[in-house]
């Protein structure tokens, strides 16, 4: 039996027809020298029964350890095989989406391979970020801020980090997707796959991010990977197309630490050496906040609040790790 290229981890809570569309769309790739894990908060015999057979070997373990990045780390001790990809269970991949995935790490300065993860429109307008989107851009005050400023007129390029803490937007968007490969800095969170003894060498998702929900956690291994020496490649037809489900009603949980998390993220991996990069780290910093007081007040939800508080202890807790 020939060895697998590649082990793709799902982390799911889910036992309904999205893992199984999933799990379909891997069926259908042009090259399926994978085998695939499925890391499951509760071992259940109903997801185990309804489980169809597929030419890939499927492994389905209970979760040990807490949360996403648990989760990650998990999957990541059950692999051998020379890769380590992750996607989300909510995901269906395109066609040819493996074979796109793995072929930039004939290259050895490759460290990683992330690529497009298109939403449908309709639920684009579901996730908060997209749908203040228009009005933003509408506004010229806000425009000149966050669009010029914070993004470096530079919004719709793809999984890229920028000097204010924010990341870019394009691969969501399959007309703002490049021609050819590239460079970049970030991965995208359902989509990206990696050398596993770099990943194993650089310890693995570092834990730290496993509060609020794991946010970060990719930012920063990227960004290891990247001052490890290897470089990050975007492959724009290593597409999948990411179902989400949740409504714009609803607001995500954790405020108080999600806002450590992303500033964690910023001490370790930015200098904050010049008056510029301060002010635009502070502006995206400020404006974060107004948007979780804001969806805490609209939605009454005072947890959004917690941001505040979560703010000021990792502004003012001494080290990278807060």
Same mark, same amino acid.
């Given at each position: 039996?020939?060895?697998?290229?590649?082990?793709?981890?799902?982390?799911?809570?889910?036992?309904?027809?999205?893992?199984?569309?999933?799990?379909?769309?891997?069926?259908?790739?042009?090259?399926?020298?994978?085998?695939?894990?499925?890391?499951?908060?509760?071992?259940?015999?109903? =997801?185990?029964?309804?489980?169809?057979?597929?030419?890939?070997?499927?492994?389905?373990?209970?979760?040990?350890?807490?949360?996403?990045?648990?989760?990650?780390?998990?999957?990541?001790?059950?692999?051998?095989?020379?890769?380590?990809?992750?996607?989300?269970? *909510?995901?269906?991949?395109?066609?040819?989406?493996?074979?796109?995935?793995?072929?930039?790490?004939?290259?050895?300065?490759?460290?990683?391979?992330?690529?497009?993860? =298109?939403?449908?429109?309709?639920?684009?307008?579901?996730?908060?970020?997209?749908?203040?989107?228009?009005?933003?851009?509408?506004?010229? =005050?806000? +425009?000149?801020?966050?669009?010029?400023?914070?993004? #470096? +007129?530079?919004?719709?390029?793809?999984?890229?980090?920028?000097?204010?803490?924010?990341?870019?937007?394009?691969?969501?968007?399959?007309?703002?997707?490049?021609?050819?490969?590239?460079?970049?800095? +970030?991965?995208?969170?359902?989509?990206?796959?990696?050398?596993?003894?770099?990943?194993?060498?650089?310890?693995?998702?570092?834990?730290?991010?496993?509060?609020?929900?794991?946010?970060?956690?990719?930012?920063?291994?990227?960004?290891?990977?990247? #001052?490890?020496?290897?470089?990050?490649?975007?492959?724009?037809?290593?597409?999948?197309?990411?179902?989400?489900?949740?409504?714009?009603?609803?607001?995500?949980? *954790?405020?108080?630490?999600?806002?450590?998390?992303?500033?964690?993220?910023?001490?370790?991996?930015? *200098?904050?050496?010049?008056?510029?990069?301060?002010?635009?780290?502070?502006? +995206? =910093?400020?404006?974060?906040?107004?948007?979780?007081?804001?969806?805490?007040?609209?939605?009454?939800?005072?947890?959004?609040?917690?941001?505040?508080?979560?703010?000021?202890?990792?502004?003012?807790?001494?080290?990278?790790?807060?």
């Amino acid at each position: 039996m020939i060895k697998p290229l590649a082990t793709i981890c799902i982390p799911t809570t889910r036992f309904s027809h999205t893992i199984y569309d999933c799990l379909d769309s891997l069926e259908k790739q042009t090259n399926t020298s994978f085998r695939v894990i499925l890391i499951v908060r509760r071992k259940s015999s109903t =997801l185990v029964s309804q489980t169809k057979t597929y030419s890939f070997p499927l492994i389905i373990f209970k979760q040990k350890h807490h949360g996403l990045v648990g989760a990650m780390n998990d999957g990541l001790g059950n692999v051998s095989t020379d890769l380590f990809i992750r996607i989300d269970d *909510d995901v269906i991949t395109d066609k040819g989406w493996f074979n796109h995935i793995i072929n930039p790490f004939s290259d050895q300065k490759v460290g990683a391979v992330t690529g497009p993860t =298109l939403v449908d429109p309709r639920r684009l307008k579901e996730r908060d970020i997209f749908s203040f989107l228009k009005p933003i851009e509408k506004n010229p =005050l806000l +425009n000149k801020i966050i669009i010029e400023y914070l993004y #470096e +007129n530079r919004l719709y390029n793809v999984s890229t980090f920028l000097k204010s803490g924010v990341f870019t937007l394009g691969s969501n968007f399959k007309n703002h997707l490049p021609k050819k490969s590239k460079i970049v800095n +970030n991965l995208e969170a359902c989509n990206f796959a990696l050398r596993t003894q770099l990943l194993k060498g650089l310890g693995g998702f570092d834990q730290l991010f496993s509060r609020g929900l794991g946010e970060y956690h990719e930012a920063d291994i990227a960004f290891k990977i990247q #001052e490890a020496g290897y470089q990050i490649m975007f492959h724009p037809q290593a597409i999948i197309h990411h179902n989400i489900k949740r409504g714009s009603s609803k607001t995500r949980s *954790d405020a108080y630490h999600r806002i450590q998390n992303f500033i964690c993220f910023y001490k370790r991996h930015f *200098d904050i050496d010049t008056l510029d990069t301060l002010i635009r780290f502070s502006t +995206n =910093l400020f404006l974060q906040n107004c948007y979780y007081v804001y969806t805490g007040l609209k939605r009454k939800d005072m947890s959004q609040l917690g941001s505040i508080p979560g703010t000021l202890k990792g502004l003012f807790t001494t080290g990278k790790n807060i």
